[in-house]
C-alpha cells in the first residue's frame, strides 16, 4: 500500500511567501511541522491504496481535472481551529469545496474507496503552524497573526497527487486543468 493526498499548490512567489509566516512561526515559536510541506490546500486528506490501483487512480483524476476549469483562489487573512492550526484563510471557499465533493464522487464511484471525511468539515486553507505548536505559543503566535494584513490570489490551474517516499512527501503527478475562455 501507498500514501497520498490531493492538493492545490499556490504559484512559486506565494509559495515563498506563505513559507516565510512559518519559518516567522518557526523561529519565534519553536514550531516546524507545517515546514515539512509547500504550500498547499488539501483537497483530499492522506488515503492509502495499492500498486496496482494506481493506474485507475491517475486515469480517474486526469478525467476529472479534465472537467475542471481554472478558478481564481483569493486568500485573506489568518483564522484558526482550536487544535492550534493556524492558516491562510480562502476568501471564497466554495469552488474549492466544489472541487473536493468532486474528487469524493470519484473516489467512491471509480476507485471504490469510501469518504474518510465528513463533507461538512471540509474547510480550505493553508496551513502555517500546526501539531507541534505547543498551547503556550499558540495564544501568543495567533496574538500576532489574528490582526495582520494579508491578501493574495493565485490562478488554480491544477491539482497535484502527492505521494508518501517513507519519510516525506513528494509531487507524484500534476493534472492540469481546462483553462478559462477569456475574452478581449
Known sequence: ?????????????????????????????????ALKLPAHITLKMPFNITKEEEPLLIKSLQELADRITVFDVELSGFDYFKSGVIFVKCADRDPIIEVHNKLEKVFVQKLGLTKNEDPSRFYPHITIATRDLSAEFFGKAWVEFKNREFHASFEAESFFLFKHNGKTWDVHRKFFFVPAVKFS
Not at 501507498?2 to 499556490?10: D, T
Not at 512567489?13 to 514550531?31: P, S
Request: aromatic fraction near 12%.
Open 1 to 33: 500500500m501507498s500514501l497520498y493526498f490531493i492538493a492545490l499548490v499556490p504559484h512559486q512567489r506565494l509559495r515563498e511567501q506563505i513559507k516565510a509566516f512559518k519559518k516567522e512561526i518557526e523561529a519565534r515559536y519553536q514550531a516546524k511541522h
